[in-house]
């Protein structure tokens, strides 16, 4: 049993835990991270497989993630931007399978007209959202009890306008079917972006890659701060009173301290035993809050074969197992990467099948956007976060119908010494890596204010 004292302990070494801790160490407070698994970056690892290097988590950043693209310059990285020369792919309704350049997919003028008019309506709606506080906006309830699908009905009867619509927010960012989140929390998600144009502007919100890999952001914030972060400890007990917290893990660890972060996903608090329980509304409130489920697939070919029919590698379909997949290649790479997304209900299906068939139906998926040179990877891998006992899905969390509106505004009032951050209760980059370091500095903020009170 080892014993140590500090003034706060942090639990989660991601970004979100990382960038807290320095924060806190340049106000002069003293620190220690204490990290459940052997690695730095939970959400973000940076690895290589098969000698391809892999994002197996989070890897673009967009203009609008201003903290993320503060660190990134301030930790010295470099950033390139995604390939995106050339045509994309759209296939539709009618299996078709078309090319196109824009934003705008190539359906028929009337479904057309439609999206770009739900755009619009949403665009609209999305201003009057304030993204840290989504359940001030005026009829938050009313939009709260709706799921995004039923909401998607009422304004349409064109089901390819609808399906694309929902395809941005479901499959793409929540990685929910839309009949499982409300339209208040759909709002959230493109007010998070700033806008719902955004995040249908694939340009825009996966604009850059970090050479090197973006994992680098929590490894080279957590080198900072030395032998203050902990591997290997997963924190299983906190005891808590008005005057602090003492922390015990599964590695031996006592920790005493003044406040702590949980700086992990909110779906991830039940697996700590609080004494005393923590407040019955938090208790409430975290059984309506859940992960996403995406597999994330990465096949890396001899060459990026794409390129020569004209392709961006850009592809999108919401009728496809793969509802969207892009150009990966990694900066000065010869070999070309593509890197497709596999969301939800499909995630569910080709997890009830062999590995094998699994990836067979994958590639296929990926041949229908590229041709049959798709079908043969030389490294072919999968990102599943719902295997990993830390994590347990991705992206990211959100709540269920009604969640949003009834318990969002507490999702990060502290409980006596013990704070909460992560990028799943992020307003701006909400779900993202920049929602995460903004958590890290408000709480850290917070703490600093509270210490000095
Ligand atoms: P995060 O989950 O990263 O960190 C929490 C840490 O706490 C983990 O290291 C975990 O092990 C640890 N922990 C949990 N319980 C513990 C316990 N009891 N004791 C000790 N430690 C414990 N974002 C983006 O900006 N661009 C992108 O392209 C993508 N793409 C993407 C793809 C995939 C496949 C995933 C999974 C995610 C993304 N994201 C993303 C999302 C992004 O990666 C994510 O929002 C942030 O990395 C989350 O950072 P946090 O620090 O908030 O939590």
Not at 99 to 122: H, M, Q, S, Y
Request: hydrophobic share 40%; aromatic share 8%; proline share 4%.
């Amino acid at each position: 049993m080892v014993e140590i004292t500090r003034d706060v302990v942090i639990v989660g070494a991601g970004a979100a835990g990382t960038t807290a801790a320095n924060e806190l160490k340049k106000a002069g407070l003293s620190v220690v991270v204490l990290e459940a698994r052997d690695r730095v970056g939970g959400r973000l690892w940076t690895d290589v497989v098969d000698g391809a290097m892999l994002e197996i988590g989070g890897q673009w950043v967009s203009p609008d993630q201003e903290a993320l693209k503060e660190t990134i310059s301030e930790l010295g990285l470099e950033t390139y931007r995604r390939y995106r020369e050339g045509d994309s792919v759209y296939i539709g309704r009618d299996g078709e399978r078309r090319r196109f350049t824009g934003e705008i997919f190539p359906v028929a003028p009337e479904t057309e007209k439609e999206i770009v008019r739900l755009i619009d309506v949403l665009d609209d709606m999305v201003a009057q959202v304030d993204p840290d506080r989504p359940w001030e906006h005026p009829d938050a309830e009313a939009l709260d009890r709706v799921s995004f699908e039923a909401w998607l009905e009422e304004q349409t009867g064109d089901q390819e306008a609808r399906d694309n619509i929902a395809l941005f927010i479901a499959g793409a960012m929540l990685t929910k079917p839309a009949y499982a989140f409300s339209a208040l929390q759909a709002l959230l998600m493109a007010a998070s972006a700033g806008s719902f144009t955004h995040l249908v502007d694939a340009d825009y919100i996966l604009d850059e890659r970090v050479v090197g890999g973006l994992q680098q952001v929590p490894l080279l914030l957590a080198e900072r701060l030395g032998d203050d972060v902990m591997l290997e400890q997963p924190v299983h007990t906190i005891l808590w009173d008005q005057d602090g917290v003492t922390v015990l893990t599964d590695g031996g660890l006592t920790v005493r301290a003044r406040f702590a972060i949980l700086a992990h996903a909110p779906i991830l608090y039940p697996w700590i035993d609080f004494t005393p329980a923590l407040p019955r509304l938090k208790q409430q409130m975290h059984q309506h809050i859940s992960m996403g489920f995406v597999i994330k697939v990465h096949a890396v070919y001899d060459r990026p074969f794409w390129r020569e029919q004209g392709l961006s590698g850009t592809a999108f379909s919401p009728y496809e197992i793969s509802h969207e997949a892009y150009d990966n290649t990694n900066h000065g790479d010869e070999r070309g990467t593509l890197v497709g997304f596999v969301s939800d209900r499909d995630a569910d299906d080709l997890f009830r099948v062999s590995a094998e068939e699994r990836k067979a139906r994958i590639l296929e998926s990926l041949s229908h956007y590229y041709g049959p040179e798709a079908l043969e990877p030389l490294v072919y891998f999968e990102s599943d976060w719902g295997a990993e006992e830390w994590t347990r899905g991705a992206y990211a969390a959100s709540f269920d119908l009604g969640g949003l509106a009834r318990y969002g505004a507490d999702l990060r009032t502290p409980v006596g010494p013990i704070h909460f951050a992560c990028s799943d209760m992020a307003g701006a980059g909400y779900q993202h890596v920049d929602g995460a370091i903004r958590m890290g500095r408000l709480v850290a903020a917070n703490i600093v204010e509270a210490a000095h009170r």
